[in-house]
Protein backbone atom coordinates (compact mmCIF):
# COMPACT_ATOMS: atom_id res chain seq x y z
CA UNK A 1 0.00 0.00 0.00
CA UNK A 2 1.18 3.43 -0.98
CA UNK A 3 2.61 5.49 1.97
CA UNK A 4 2.37 9.27 1.78
CA UNK A 5 5.12 11.79 1.69
CA UNK A 6 6.47 13.36 4.64
CA UNK A 7 9.10 16.34 4.52
CA UNK A 8 12.74 15.63 4.13
CA UNK A 9 15.55 17.04 6.58
CA UNK A 10 16.39 20.75 5.49
CA UNK A 11 19.76 21.27 4.18
CA UNK A 12 20.07 24.45 6.08
CA UNK A 13 20.50 22.10 9.47
CA UNK A 14 24.00 20.91 8.32
CA UNK A 15 25.91 22.42 11.04
CA UNK A 16 29.46 24.10 9.99
CA UNK A 17 32.61 22.14 10.82
CA UNK A 18 30.31 18.41 11.07
CA UNK A 19 30.82 15.74 8.04
CA UNK A 20 27.43 15.80 6.37
CA UNK A 21 26.01 12.02 5.72
CA UNK A 22 23.43 10.51 3.41
CA UNK A 23 21.23 11.34 6.69
CA UNK A 24 21.56 15.06 5.30
CA UNK A 25 19.61 14.56 2.29
CA UNK A 26 16.78 11.61 3.53
CA UNK A 27 13.38 12.11 2.42
CA UNK A 28 10.15 10.06 3.38
CA UNK A 29 9.33 9.02 0.00
CA UNK A 30 5.92 7.01 -0.75
CA UNK A 31 6.79 3.28 -1.14
CA UNK A 32 4.92 0.50 -2.65
CA UNK A 33 5.35 -3.34 -2.21
CA UNK A 34 5.45 -6.19 -4.97
CA UNK A 35 2.06 -6.60 -4.23
CA UNK A 36 1.03 -3.86 -6.53
CA UNK A 37 0.42 -4.52 -9.61
CA UNK A 38 1.04 -2.41 -12.44
CA UNK A 39 -1.90 -1.25 -12.94
CA UNK A 40 -2.09 0.24 -9.31
CA UNK A 41 1.17 2.01 -10.00
CA UNK A 42 -0.25 3.54 -13.22
CA UNK A 43 -2.89 4.79 -11.20
CA UNK A 44 -0.71 6.13 -8.51
CA UNK A 45 1.75 8.12 -11.09
CA UNK A 46 -1.45 9.54 -12.51
CA UNK A 47 -2.74 10.80 -9.43
CA UNK A 48 0.65 12.40 -8.69
CA UNK A 49 2.30 13.95 -11.24
CA UNK A 50 5.36 15.19 -10.01
CA UNK A 51 6.58 12.04 -8.21
CA UNK A 52 10.11 10.70 -9.49
CA UNK A 53 9.55 6.98 -9.08
CA UNK A 54 8.56 4.63 -6.32
CA UNK A 55 10.89 2.34 -3.90
CA UNK A 56 9.65 -1.17 -4.00
CA UNK A 57 9.57 -2.74 -0.26
CA UNK A 58 8.92 -6.02 0.81
CA UNK A 59 9.38 -6.76 4.64
CA UNK A 60 11.17 -3.24 5.54
CA UNK A 61 13.90 -4.06 2.91
CA UNK A 62 14.49 -2.22 -1.08
CA UNK A 63 13.78 -4.84 -3.84
CA UNK A 64 13.74 -1.86 -6.26
CA UNK A 65 13.03 1.22 -7.60
CA UNK A 66 10.29 2.19 -10.56
CA UNK A 67 11.31 5.03 -12.37
CA UNK A 68 8.32 7.40 -13.39
CA UNK A 69 9.22 8.10 -17.26
CA UNK A 70 10.82 4.25 -17.83
CA UNK A 71 7.27 3.00 -16.35
CA UNK A 72 5.26 5.15 -18.18
CA UNK A 73 7.05 4.43 -21.84
CA UNK A 74 7.22 1.02 -20.99
CA UNK A 75 2.89 0.39 -20.16
CA UNK A 76 2.27 2.84 -23.23
CA UNK A 77 3.78 0.46 -25.64
CA UNK A 78 1.63 -1.62 -27.94
CA UNK A 79 -0.84 -4.76 -25.72
CA UNK A 80 1.60 -4.00 -22.45
CA UNK A 81 -1.13 -3.05 -19.87
CA UNK A 82 -3.22 -5.67 -21.18
CA UNK A 83 -0.49 -8.15 -20.87
CA UNK A 84 1.46 -6.67 -17.82
CA UNK A 85 -0.95 -4.63 -16.43
CA UNK A 86 -2.20 -7.20 -13.60
CA UNK A 87 0.44 -8.42 -13.17
CA UNK A 88 3.35 -7.41 -10.36
CA UNK A 89 4.75 -3.68 -10.35
CA UNK A 90 8.29 -5.22 -9.95
CA UNK A 91 8.18 -6.82 -14.00
CA UNK A 92 9.06 -2.37 -15.17
CA UNK A 93 11.30 -1.87 -11.56
CA UNK A 94 15.06 -1.27 -11.25
CA UNK A 95 16.43 -4.41 -9.64
CA UNK A 96 19.62 -2.30 -9.00
CA UNK A 97 19.19 0.89 -7.41
CA UNK A 98 22.13 2.34 -5.76
CA UNK A 99 21.67 1.77 -2.40
CA UNK A 100 23.52 3.51 0.67
CA UNK A 101 23.81 3.73 4.74
CA UNK A 102 22.65 6.37 6.03
CA UNK A 103 25.62 7.01 7.59
CA UNK A 104 27.70 6.80 4.47
CA UNK A 105 29.56 10.49 3.92
CA UNK A 106 28.68 12.55 1.36
CA UNK A 107 32.01 12.47 -0.11
CA UNK A 108 31.97 8.77 0.30
CA UNK A 109 28.48 9.12 -1.56
CA UNK A 110 29.65 11.09 -4.38
CA UNK A 111 32.29 8.52 -5.44
CA UNK A 112 29.70 5.81 -5.49
CA UNK A 113 27.15 7.98 -7.45
CA UNK A 114 29.89 8.50 -9.92
CA UNK A 115 30.36 4.70 -10.37
CA UNK A 116 26.98 3.91 -10.16
CA UNK A 117 25.99 5.99 -13.49
CA UNK A 118 23.98 8.73 -14.74
CA UNK A 119 20.87 6.91 -13.32
CA UNK A 120 21.37 7.61 -9.81
CA UNK A 121 21.32 11.24 -9.72
CA UNK A 122 18.28 11.33 -12.06
CA UNK A 123 16.12 8.67 -10.54
CA UNK A 124 17.92 8.82 -6.91
CA UNK A 125 19.20 6.53 -4.31
CA UNK A 126 17.77 4.92 -1.72
CA UNK A 127 18.87 5.14 1.42
CA UNK A 128 19.04 2.17 4.63
CA UNK A 129 19.69 1.77 8.09
CA UNK A 130 21.54 -1.55 9.22
CA UNK A 131 19.84 -2.55 5.60
CA UNK A 132 16.27 -1.57 6.13
CA UNK A 133 14.52 0.91 3.86
CA UNK A 134 14.23 4.59 5.73
CA UNK A 135 13.97 6.99 2.70
CA UNK A 136 14.96 7.97 -0.57
CA UNK A 137 17.70 11.21 -1.49
CA UNK A 138 17.54 12.57 -4.67
CA UNK A 139 20.32 14.05 -6.99
CA UNK A 140 19.94 17.87 -6.77
CA UNK A 141 20.23 17.76 -3.00
CA UNK A 142 23.01 15.95 -3.41
CA UNK A 143 24.46 18.12 -5.34
CA UNK A 144 22.94 21.00 -3.12
CA UNK A 145 25.01 19.52 0.03
CA UNK A 146 28.22 19.02 -1.76
CA UNK A 147 27.89 22.73 -3.22
CA UNK A 148 27.49 23.89 0.79
CA UNK A 149 30.32 21.96 1.98
CA UNK A 150 32.36 23.54 -0.86
CA UNK A 151 31.28 26.93 0.16
CA UNK A 152 32.41 26.34 3.95
CA UNK A 153 35.30 25.10 2.18
CA UNK A 154 37.19 27.34 -0.66
CA UNK A 155 40.46 25.35 -0.05
CA UNK A 156 38.06 21.96 -1.00
CA UNK A 157 36.38 23.18 -3.72
CA UNK A 158 39.98 23.98 -5.45
CA UNK A 159 41.17 20.42 -4.99
CA UNK A 160 37.80 19.19 -6.08
CA UNK A 161 36.91 20.98 -9.45
CA UNK A 162 38.52 18.24 -11.63
CA UNK A 163 36.95 15.60 -10.01
CA UNK A 164 33.86 17.81 -10.40
CA UNK A 165 34.85 17.81 -14.22
CA UNK A 166 34.33 13.95 -14.39
CA UNK A 167 30.71 14.32 -13.00
CA UNK A 168 30.00 17.26 -15.33
CA UNK A 169 31.32 15.41 -18.43
CA UNK A 170 29.58 11.72 -17.28
CA UNK A 171 26.29 13.91 -17.36
CA UNK A 172 27.39 14.47 -21.62
CA UNK A 173 28.21 11.16 -22.35
CA UNK A 174 24.66 9.37 -23.31
CA UNK A 175 23.88 12.97 -25.04
CA UNK A 176 27.19 12.84 -27.24
CA UNK A 177 26.29 8.76 -27.88
CA UNK A 178 23.04 9.46 -28.91
CA UNK A 179 24.02 12.24 -30.94
CA UNK A 180 26.36 10.02 -32.72
CA UNK A 181 23.80 6.84 -33.14
CA UNK A 182 21.11 9.65 -34.63
CA UNK A 183 22.79 12.50 -36.89
CA UNK A 184 24.59 11.51 -39.89
CA UNK A 185 26.38 14.53 -40.32
CA UNK A 186 26.83 17.07 -36.88
CA UNK A 187 29.32 18.68 -34.84
CA UNK A 188 29.14 19.53 -31.69
CA UNK A 189 31.59 21.61 -29.26
CA UNK A 190 31.44 22.62 -26.01
CA UNK A 191 34.33 24.15 -23.47
CA UNK A 192 33.71 25.50 -20.44
CA UNK A 193 35.70 28.94 -19.99
CA UNK A 194 36.65 27.49 -16.66
CA UNK A 195 37.81 23.31 -15.98
CA UNK A 196 33.66 23.06 -15.56
CA UNK A 197 31.17 25.48 -16.70
CA UNK A 198 27.51 26.67 -16.78
CA UNK A 199 26.77 25.10 -19.91
CA UNK A 200 24.88 22.19 -20.79
CA UNK A 201 23.91 20.01 -23.88
CA UNK A 202 20.98 17.25 -23.77
CA UNK A 203 20.27 15.14 -27.28
CA UNK A 204 17.47 12.04 -26.62
CA UNK A 205 16.18 9.54 -29.23
CA UNK A 206 13.29 7.71 -29.50
CA UNK A 207 11.84 6.21 -32.28
CA UNK A 208 9.62 8.73 -34.16
CA UNK A 209 12.29 11.77 -33.17
CA UNK A 210 15.07 13.27 -31.43
CA UNK A 211 14.59 15.59 -28.60
CA UNK A 212 17.71 18.36 -28.27
CA UNK A 213 18.22 21.16 -25.57
CA UNK A 214 21.39 23.81 -25.71
CA UNK A 215 21.67 25.38 -21.73
CA UNK A 216 23.42 28.26 -20.90
CA UNK A 217 23.33 28.37 -16.89
CA UNK A 218 23.87 31.10 -14.54
CA UNK A 219 27.13 31.81 -14.04
CA UNK A 220 30.51 30.01 -15.36
CA UNK A 221 32.99 27.62 -13.47
CA UNK A 222 31.86 25.73 -9.91
CA UNK A 223 28.90 27.64 -9.66
CA UNK A 224 27.60 27.40 -13.41
CA UNK A 225 28.32 23.66 -13.67
CA UNK A 226 26.65 22.87 -10.47
CA UNK A 227 23.43 24.90 -12.06
CA UNK A 228 24.09 22.43 -15.43
CA UNK A 229 23.74 19.30 -12.86
CA UNK A 230 20.48 20.65 -11.17
CA UNK A 231 18.85 22.16 -15.11
CA UNK A 232 19.96 18.06 -15.97
CA UNK A 233 18.79 16.24 -13.40
CA UNK A 234 15.21 18.21 -13.69
CA UNK A 235 15.03 18.00 -17.45
CA UNK A 236 15.32 14.31 -17.35
CA UNK A 237 12.49 14.17 -14.71
CA UNK A 238 10.25 16.18 -16.84
CA UNK A 239 10.96 14.64 -20.61
CA UNK A 240 8.63 12.28 -20.08
CA UNK A 241 6.65 10.38 -23.31
CA UNK A 242 4.24 12.37 -23.21
CA UNK A 243 5.87 15.95 -23.24
CA UNK A 244 8.99 15.51 -25.36
CA UNK A 245 6.38 16.74 -28.32
CA UNK A 246 6.05 19.99 -26.65
CA UNK A 247 9.35 21.64 -25.79
CA UNK A 248 7.53 25.16 -24.74
CA UNK A 249 5.63 22.79 -22.18
CA UNK A 250 8.69 21.06 -21.10
CA UNK A 251 10.04 25.22 -20.55
CA UNK A 252 7.32 25.69 -18.22
CA UNK A 253 7.47 22.65 -16.03
CA UNK A 254 11.32 23.20 -15.73
CA UNK A 255 10.67 26.43 -14.68
CA UNK A 256 8.08 25.67 -12.09
CA UNK A 257 10.39 23.04 -10.74
CA UNK A 258 13.75 25.03 -10.88
CA UNK A 259 12.09 28.45 -8.46
CA UNK A 260 10.91 25.62 -5.97
CA UNK A 261 13.62 23.94 -5.57
CA UNK A 262 16.07 27.24 -5.79
CA UNK A 263 13.55 29.02 -3.42
CA UNK A 264 13.04 31.37 -6.05
CA UNK A 265 9.47 31.79 -5.30
CA UNK A 266 7.13 34.64 -4.39
CA UNK A 267 4.76 32.66 -2.18
CA UNK A 268 3.43 29.53 -0.80
CA UNK A 269 3.20 26.66 -3.63
CA UNK A 270 3.12 22.75 -3.98
CA UNK A 271 6.61 21.53 -4.16
CA UNK A 272 7.97 18.25 -6.65
CA UNK A 273 7.09 15.90 -4.01
CA UNK A 274 3.44 17.48 -2.82
CA UNK A 275 4.54 19.23 0.08
CA UNK A 276 3.80 23.29 0.65
CA UNK A 277 6.72 25.34 0.20
CA UNK A 278 7.89 28.99 0.67
CA UNK A 279 10.61 31.05 -0.06
CA UNK A 280 13.00 31.95 2.46
CA UNK A 281 14.06 35.75 1.97
CA UNK A 282 17.69 34.86 2.75
CA UNK A 283 18.16 31.80 1.16
CA UNK A 284 16.38 33.02 -1.83
CA UNK A 285 18.79 33.24 -4.93
CA UNK A 286 17.81 34.47 -8.60
CA UNK A 287 19.72 31.96 -10.92
CA UNK A 288 18.56 29.90 -14.19
CA UNK A 289 19.41 29.48 -17.68
CA UNK A 290 18.80 30.52 -20.55
CA UNK A 291 18.04 27.45 -23.56
CA UNK A 292 17.13 26.24 -26.50
CA UNK A 293 14.57 22.71 -26.60
CA UNK A 294 13.64 21.72 -30.37
CA UNK A 295 11.96 18.49 -31.15
CA UNK A 296 12.51 16.75 -34.70
CA UNK A 297 9.45 14.85 -35.87
CA UNK A 298 11.92 12.32 -38.18
CA UNK A 299 8.19 11.27 -40.46
CA UNK A 300 6.76 14.77 -40.96
CA UNK A 301 10.37 16.67 -40.75
CA UNK A 302 8.59 19.26 -38.86
CA UNK A 303 10.73 20.62 -35.94
CA UNK A 304 9.00 22.12 -33.22
CA UNK A 305 11.62 25.03 -31.38
CA UNK A 306 10.74 27.19 -27.74
CA UNK A 307 13.35 28.94 -26.85
CA UNK A 308 14.19 31.02 -22.91
CA UNK A 309 16.10 33.97 -24.40
CA UNK A 310 18.22 31.39 -27.07
CA UNK A 311 17.56 31.81 -30.85
CA UNK A 312 18.47 28.63 -33.12
CA UNK A 313 19.65 29.61 -36.80
CA UNK A 314 18.43 27.39 -40.12
CA UNK A 315 20.18 27.31 -43.49
CA UNK A 316 18.11 26.21 -46.29
CA UNK A 317 19.45 24.61 -49.15
CA UNK A 318 19.37 26.96 -52.34
CA UNK A 319 18.85 30.06 -49.70
CA UNK A 320 21.01 33.30 -49.13
CA UNK A 321 20.74 33.28 -45.63
CA UNK A 322 20.15 32.00 -42.44
CA UNK A 323 16.58 31.98 -40.78
CA UNK A 324 16.32 32.87 -37.05
CA UNK A 325 13.96 32.11 -35.12
CA UNK A 326 14.03 34.42 -31.34
CA UNK A 327 12.89 32.80 -28.02
CA UNK A 328 10.65 34.28 -25.75
CA UNK A 329 12.48 37.04 -23.70
CA UNK A 330 12.61 35.69 -20.36
CA UNK A 331 14.69 32.83 -18.93
CA UNK A 332 13.76 29.79 -16.68
CA UNK A 333 13.42 29.88 -13.47
CA UNK A 334 14.52 33.11 -12.36
CA UNK A 335 13.04 35.27 -9.31
CA UNK A 336 11.55 37.38 -12.28
CA UNK A 337 9.95 34.83 -14.10
CA UNK A 338 6.99 34.00 -12.82
CA UNK A 339 6.07 30.73 -11.99
CA UNK A 340 3.32 30.83 -14.56
CA UNK A 341 4.97 31.68 -17.35
CA UNK A 342 4.28 30.53 -20.94
CA UNK A 343 6.65 29.89 -23.89
CA UNK A 344 5.89 29.47 -27.21
CA UNK A 345 6.59 26.51 -29.86
CA UNK A 346 7.66 27.64 -33.20
CA UNK A 347 7.48 24.89 -36.32
CA UNK A 348 8.95 24.94 -39.46
CA UNK A 349 9.27 22.10 -42.07
CA UNK A 350 12.65 21.22 -42.49
CA UNK A 351 13.53 19.45 -46.55
CA UNK A 352 16.92 17.71 -47.08
CA UNK A 353 20.56 19.42 -46.34
CA UNK A 354 19.30 21.82 -44.34
CA UNK A 355 21.49 23.03 -41.45
CA UNK A 356 20.40 23.52 -37.76
CA UNK A 357 22.80 25.63 -35.51
CA UNK A 358 22.56 26.20 -32.26
CA UNK A 359 24.47 28.63 -29.55
CA UNK A 360 24.96 29.59 -26.35
CA UNK A 361 26.39 33.47 -25.99
CA UNK A 362 29.87 32.77 -25.44
CA UNK A 363 30.51 33.45 -28.72
CA UNK A 364 28.76 36.00 -29.61
CA UNK A 365 29.27 38.14 -26.25
CA UNK A 366 33.27 37.73 -26.87
CA UNK A 367 35.28 40.76 -27.25
CA UNK A 368 37.91 40.98 -29.67
CA UNK A 369 39.10 42.16 -32.91
CA UNK A 370 40.54 45.27 -34.49
CA UNK A 371 37.70 47.64 -32.62
CA UNK A 372 37.61 45.57 -29.32
CA UNK A 373 33.27 44.64 -29.67
CA UNK A 374 31.78 41.72 -29.33
CA UNK A 375 31.63 39.15 -32.23
CA UNK A 376 28.13 39.63 -32.45
CA UNK A 377 25.36 37.66 -33.79
CA UNK A 378 25.97 39.34 -37.30
CA UNK A 379 29.20 38.03 -37.81
CA UNK A 380 28.61 34.54 -36.49
CA UNK A 381 25.55 34.28 -38.88
CA UNK A 382 27.54 35.11 -42.25
CA UNK A 383 30.19 32.62 -41.02
CA UNK A 384 27.66 29.89 -40.72
CA UNK A 385 26.29 30.42 -44.11
CA UNK A 386 29.69 31.15 -45.98
CA UNK A 387 30.41 27.45 -45.26
CA UNK A 388 27.29 25.79 -44.56
CA UNK A 389 28.00 23.79 -47.79
CA UNK A 390 31.05 21.71 -45.90
CA UNK A 391 31.35 18.85 -43.69
CA UNK A 392 29.68 19.38 -40.01
CA UNK A 393 33.07 18.86 -38.74
CA UNK A 394 34.84 21.25 -41.36
CA UNK A 395 32.14 23.90 -40.45
CA UNK A 396 33.05 23.31 -36.78
CA UNK A 397 36.97 24.56 -37.41
CA UNK A 398 36.05 26.78 -39.20
CA UNK A 399 34.05 28.72 -36.59
CA UNK A 400 36.03 27.85 -34.07
CA UNK A 401 39.31 29.18 -35.68
CA UNK A 402 37.66 32.26 -36.51
CA UNK A 403 36.68 32.86 -32.81
CA UNK A 404 39.70 32.11 -31.84
CA UNK A 405 41.33 34.29 -33.75
CA UNK A 406 38.68 36.99 -32.79
CA UNK A 407 39.59 36.89 -28.77
CA UNK A 408 43.25 37.08 -29.73
CA UNK A 409 44.39 37.73 -26.47
CA UNK A 410 41.52 39.41 -25.07
CA UNK A 411 40.18 36.90 -21.48
CA UNK A 412 37.59 34.83 -22.35
CA UNK A 413 34.41 36.29 -21.16
CA UNK A 414 32.03 33.03 -20.91
CA UNK A 415 31.85 29.27 -21.53
CA UNK A 416 31.29 28.50 -25.31
CA UNK A 417 28.65 25.90 -26.69
CA UNK A 418 27.61 25.38 -30.19
CA UNK A 419 25.81 22.63 -31.77
CA UNK A 420 25.10 21.98 -35.74
CA UNK A 421 23.53 19.43 -37.69
CA UNK A 422 22.87 18.59 -40.88
CA UNK A 423 18.96 17.10 -41.64
Known amino acids: MLTQTQSFVPLAAIKPGSIPTARDILLQYPVVSPAETNNEILHIFAETPHLIGLPVIEEGYAIGLINRNIFMDSIARPFHREIFGKKSCIAFMDKTPLVVEQSTSIQDLSFLVVDAGKKALTDGLIIVENGRYVGMGMGHDLVRVISNMQAQKNHIVMESIGYASVIQKSYLRSSRDDMASTLKDYFIHWEPRD ?21 DCTGHGVPGAFMTLIMASTLDHVLTHEKRHNPAEVLSMMNRLVKVSLGQVSEKVESIIGEPVTAD ?32 FISQRGEDELITLDGDRKGVGYAGTPMDFVWENKEITLKKDDCIYITTDGIIDQIGGEKNIAYGKKRLRQLLQSCRHLPMIEQRNIVMDAFYTYQGEHFRRDDVTILGFRI
Open 281 to 312: DEATSDDGMDAAFCWFDMKTNVLTYAGAKMPI
Open 195 to 215: VVGGDYYYFSKFDDGFFVAII
